[in-house]
């Protein structure tokens, strides 16, 4: 089976770094993907990791460690408007994409 | 490319009755996913598509449930009878592997279905 954890919430403060983990369990695992979701709207893509390491992307950087199962999105000087939901999904074989639960990220002024 | 097309945005039924949600994929793309989300369960995949073809409908909650896609283009998911358990946002995504998306999934507006 597959299954993945990340904390429900996180609080941070406008222009702050927050960071959200993620471990994951899974078979025939392909890579570790981070979604965003803001209240009323539809996931979107924000980064994919296949291999080891960070890939950055604008303020969003995000971190995989396959021998630990476990990976991070890490997002830098935070602003209103990345208060969201954010999903880390695990593709397996065959194309699979499982979600985690999400972690609500508030961002205070 | 519009994205993908889900319709209805929102659609309200009385138990018992048969619900049909649809989905136009991105052109091109060769993955289609159905997902549930719930405050309680978060986003369930409850089926997906490859070329057309189901690969994994092991997510569908019960035989309530089914997922039709009868070409490229277009794919429903029908709930019948429907239950007020059923309530949920319904996503459907599609992705390529072949144009090198295959960890980006685009996700359509979903639909909202209330089930009294």
């Known amino acids: 089976g597959q299954s993945l954890e990340q904390p429900s919430e996180v609080t941070a403060v406008e222009g702050a770094i927050v960071q959200i983990n993620c471990t994951y369990q899974?078979?025939?695992?392909?890579?570790l993907s981070w979604y965003q979701q803001h209240d009323g709207g539809a996931p979107t893509f924000l980064s994919y990791?296949?291999?080891?390491g960070l890939e950055e992307t604008g303020r969003f950087s995000s971190f995989l460690s396959r021998s630990d199962s476990y990976g991070y999105l890490l997002l830098q000087e935070l602003q209103m408007k990345d208060s969201a939901s954010y999903f880390c999904?695990?593709?397996?074989?065959?194309?699979?994409?499982?979600f985690g639960q999400g972690t609500e990220l508030s961002v205070k002024p | 490319d519009a994205g993908v097309i889900q319709s209805p945005r929102h659609e309200v039924t009385e138990m018992g009755q048969e619900v049909t949600l649809r989905c136009k994929p991105i052109?091109?793309?060769?993955?289609l996913f159905w997902y549930r989300q719930t405050m309680m369960r978060g986003l369930e995949l409850l089926i997906y598509?490859?070329?057309?073809?189901?690969?994994?409908d092991s997510g569908m909650p019960e035989d309530r449930f089914s997922a039709k896609m009868p070409n490229a283009s277009f794919s429903t998911l029908k709930i019948q009878p429907s239950e007020p358990r059923d309530s949920a946002v319904y996503f459907c995504?599609?992705?390529?592997?072949?144009?090198?998306?295959?960890?980006?999934?685009?996700f359509g507006s979903g639909t909202q279905l209330s089930v009294l």
């Open positions: 995504a599609s992705s390529s592997l072949n144009r090198g998306l295959g960890e980006k999934l685009f």
């Open positions: 052109s091109g793309h060769d993955y």
């Open positions: 598509f490859n070329n057309n073809v189901p690969i994994d």
């Open positions: 899974t078979s025939g695992f392909y890579g």
């Open positions: 990791n296949a291999l080891d």
């Open positions: 999904a695990v593709r397996s074989r065959g194309g699979k994409l499982i």
